[in-house]
């Protein structure tokens, strides 16, 4: 093994089995999108329909980011959201979802979420600030330790939607769309 940091962990028990440097806090990318969609899947209401906000495409463009493709004023369920988050790794989905699921439609009420959500779980070395995986406000603001995002890919794994999600094979944004129903 290569990585500067890693761990091998027992799926049952969460136990290390071998790790370095697994407790050392790193920026973290797009693996954020995993605790928003977790967010969202025990919020429910999968089927809720939702309109994309204009301020996607500033954000996205501000960022260069990885998109799913979606359209300002396009109208899509939760469910066909989280697809959009996680297959393609979709940061215009994430600012969907996160206006969507945040308090008063406040991404800064969701990204609390997120952080309350991370100390109940136990993962006191993670701190989120962008609920996509972005460097905002910079690089180092949203981080984490291999330790606990081993454990946060346990838990969310419990998660029969998530596990659906993530077990699916898309070749194109029509097949993402059909995943969802």
Same mark, same amino acid.
């Given at each position: 093994?290569?990585?500067?940091? *890693?761990?091998?962990?027992?799926e049952? &028990?969460? #136990?290390?089995?071998?790790s370095?440097?697994?407790?050392?806090? %790193?920026?973290?990318?797009? !693996?954020?999108?995993?605790m928003?969609?977790?967010l969202? !899947?025990?919020?429910?209401?999968?089927?809720?329909?939702? &309109?994309?906000?204009?301020? !996607?495409?500033?954000?996205?463009?501000?960022?260069?980011a #990885?998109?799913?493709?979606?359209r300002p004023?396009?109208?899509l369920? *939760?469910l066909?959201?989280?697809?959009a988050?996680?297959?393609p790794?979709?940061c215009?989905? +994430?600012?969907?979802?996160? &206006?969507?699921?945040?308090?008063?439609?406040?991404?800064? *009420?969701?990204i609390?979420?997120?952080n309350? &959500? +991370?100390?109940?779980?136990?993962?006191?070395k993670?701190?989120?600030?962008?609920?996509?995986?972005?460097?905002?406000?910079?690089?180092?603001?949203?981080?984490?330790?291999v330790r606990?995002?081993?454990?946060?890919? %346990?838990?969310?794994?419990?998660?029969?939607?998530?596990?659906?999600i993530?077990? *699916?094979?898309?070749g194109?944004?029509?097949?993402?769309?059909?995943l969802?129903?």
């Amino acid at each position: 093994v290569r990585a500067r940091w *890693a761990e091998v962990a027992n799926e049952s &028990t969460g #136990a290390d089995l071998w790790s370095r440097s697994s407790v050392t806090e %790193r920026p973290m990318g797009s !693996i954020t999108k995993v605790m928003t969609a977790y967010l969202v !899947i025990e919020a429910g209401h999968l089927n809720r329909v939702i &309109t994309v906000p204009t301020g !996607i495409t500033a954000y996205d463009d501000r960022y260069d980011a #990885a998109t799913a493709g979606l359209r300002p004023g396009e109208k899509l369920t *939760a469910l066909q959201l989280l697809y959009a988050l996680l297959l393609p790794s979709g940061c215009d989905a +994430a600012f969907t979802l996160a &206006t969507a699921y945040g308090a008063d439609g406040s991404r800064t *009420a969701f990204i609390a979420q997120m952080n309350a &959500t +991370a100390r109940k779980f136990g993962l006191t070395k993670t701190r989120f600030s962008d609920f996509s995986g972005l460097p905002d406000p910079g690089e180092y603001s949203t981080y984490s330790t291999v330790r606990d995002l081993v454990s946060l890919g %346990r838990d969310v794994m419990r998660q029969p939607v998530f596990r659906r999600i993530v077990a *699916a094979e898309v070749g194109s944004a029509e097949e993402l769309v059909d995943l969802a129903y």
